[in-house]
């Protein structure tokens, strides 16, 4: 079993930047791909960002040039750094982890998740 365990959220302005972190533990052997997915009120959970143990990334449109996901596999931590935040970013970010080596993380691979991080961008 993996746990997530996510930090870094919180309330920033448009236009800011918020870097998220996620340090995993537990049977982290059996991992390969980690992401970012956010879930907007009243909307589908939907992955912002993956990338696997050797380094592939994948990005959603919505994000690309904004935001940039990054691992550091000796820590067993992924990071998402976010730039020029707008407030359609606002969200739960939630920590994610497949035994599978796809950047582009399907919630059915989706091992383990963790608690969630509020992400709210004000206007």
């Known amino acids: 079993q993996v746990q997530l365990v996510e930090s870094g959220g919180g309330l920033v302005q448009a236009g800011g930047s918020l870097r998220l972190t996620c340090a995993a533990s537990g049977s982290i052997f059996v991992i390969n791909a980690m992401g970012w997915y956010r879930q907007a009120p009243g909307k589908q959970r939907e992955l912002v960002a993956g990338?696997?143990?050797?380094?592939?990334?994948n990005y959603a449109d919505s994000v690309k040039g904004r935001f940039t996901i990054s691992r550091d596999n000796a820590k067993n931590t992924v990071y998402l750094q976010m730039n020029s935040l707008k407030p359609e970013d606002t969200a739960v970010y939630y920590c994610a982890a497949s035994t599978r080596a796809i950047a582009t993380m399907d919630t059915g691979n989706v091992a383990s998740w963790g608690q969630g991080t509020q992400v709210t961008v004000s206007s």
């Open positions: 990338i696997t143990s050797a380094g592939s990334t």
